[in-house]
């Protein structure tokens, strides 16, 4: 657990106010979505709440990997129906019956943090409301599986167990990982593999759980925009995140309200 950096009380302690900042935007976009809604719009609000607590957006600015002229350009990522993680708001408006996954991110006082939910665009057929309940469940098997003295692939296990269980594919070429004064840190937080994996979760370790769940297939697809992630078949998938600390007490959820 060389590369892992284990935060203290106090630390923990910073990261639940970046998270509280994440989970208002979070909360507030709940009454946003609606038909008509412009992606843009939603980031725009994002980042005034981000920015009216003096805090600064993770996600604006992020290197792209593959092209160091394609910063990510907003706020928060919207990725909808097909899209499971990484879509840029931009001008494409929400319509009855769409799915919105949102994630989000916030530095204060240096310390980031990130979380993400899957949103319903009024009414949803039963395909994308039982997917989202699952992916949601998942990510709290997940947390739930998060014990001091365990190893962390246990996290994992209990994410593709369910959404396996339920019908659906786990997504293997996007991961969760530590976050603290990186949004991106070690460990990797794969969302399946078996439980005896991993490194032994110790107190103090922060990481962020993510389930991304797909309807058809495992596989993806980039979009030309060289961020937007899609299914390879085009079907649903959904994306729920949180920040979570190993405490003393147990696994501890930073990015609430
Ligand atoms: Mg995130
Ligand atoms: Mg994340």
Redesign the pocket.
């Known amino acids: 657990m060389s590369d892992i950096r284990l935060k203290t009380v106090d630390e923990i302690e910073l990261m639940r106010a970046a998270g509280r900042i994440v989970a208002e935007v979070l909360d507030g976009l709940e009454t946003m979505m609606k038909p008509g809604v412009r992606l843009a719009d939603l980031d725009r609000f994002a980042e005034e709440i981000i920015r009216g607590h003096g805090a600064t957006p993770s996600f604006k600015g992020y290197p792209n990997a593959h092209d160091p002229d394609s910063p990510f350009p907003a706020s928060i990522c919207s990725s909808m129906n097909d899209v499971i993680v990484h879509g840029i708001p931009n001008g494409q408006i929400l319509e009855e019956g769409d799915i919105l996954g949102v994630d989000c991110g916030a530095i204060l006082d240096g310390w980031h943090g990130?979380s993400a939910r899957t949103y319903r665009v009024g009414q949803c057929g039963p395909e994308a409301s039982a997917l989202l309940r699952t992916t949601s469940e998942a990510l709290d098997k997940g947390i739930a599986a998060l014990e001091a003295g365990k190893p962390l692939g246990r996290v994992g296990h209990a994410i593709q167990q369910h959404a396996e269980a339920n019908g659906y594919a786990v997504v293997r070429e996007f991961v969760?990982?530590g976050v603290g004064r990186n949004l991106h840190e070690a460990p990797k937080v794969a969302n399946f593999g078996s439980a005896d994996s991993g490194p032994i979760v110790e107190v103090g370790l922060t990481i962020?759980i993510?389930p991304m769940v797909n309807v058809g297939t495992i596989h993806t697809k980039a979009d030309p925009d060289g961020w937007t992630i899609r299914t390879a078949d085009g079907s649903l998938s959904a994306h729920y995140?949180h920040t979570v600390a190993v405490t003393e007490a147990g696994p501890e959820i930073l990015t609430l309200a």
């Open positions: 990130d969760g990982h962020a993510e995140e």
